[in-house]
Structures are given as C-alpha cells and as structure tokens.
C-alpha cells in the first residue's frame, strides 16, 4: 500500500483505491486463508547434522519448471564441469 501511495514502482499506474477496491470484489487470496487456518503441527527436534568441508567446483546446472495440471514443480541436474 505505501509503495502505491508513494508510487515507488516505475511503469505502475495503480492507486492505492484500486487495491482497496480489487480486495471488495475478489476478496483475500484462498492461499492465504489455507495457510493462515492450518493448525500449526510441533517441530521435531532433530539432532544437528554434521556438514562436510565446502569444495570449490565449478558446476553446470541445469533446471526446468514445468506443470502438470496447474501444479508448478521445479527440477535441477548439477554436475562437475570437466577441465
């Protein structure tokens, strides 16, 4: 809401009212009410782990998002460029 007040966003010709008037008709996002209404479930306590010492390696990475039926899912290969 500042940053619209402030217009702090170039390119962005929004009012504050628009906000305001966007939340009237559709209302808060249904994501945000999901996770607001979860019950919170208790933390294990899991024993710290130990991390080996840091390499490094120069890497390739490759990554994709792809979708099935309307869920994002998010894959990555790496491994060890070759000298």
């Known amino acids: 809401m500042k ?5 702090t966003i170039q390119g962005f010709d929004l009012v504050p009212e628009d906000l305001v008037r ?6 808060p996002s ?3 009410l999901r996770g607001k209404s ?4 208790r933390s294990a306590d899991a024993p710290p ?13 490759f990554v ?7 869920l994002a899912f998010f894959i990555s290969v ?3 460029t070759t000298n």
């Open 64 to 70: 994709d998002i792809f979708f099935v039926e309307g």
């Open 3 to 7: 940053m619209l007040r402030l217009r």
């Open 30 to 32: 249904v994501q945000g």
């Open 49 to 61: 782990t130990a991390l080996g010492r840091m390499i490094d390696v120069d890497m390739h990475l």
């Open 22 to 27: 966007a939340l009237d008709i559709y209302g």
């Open 38 to 41: 979860m019950r919170k479930g």
């Open 78 to 80: 790496s491994h060890p």
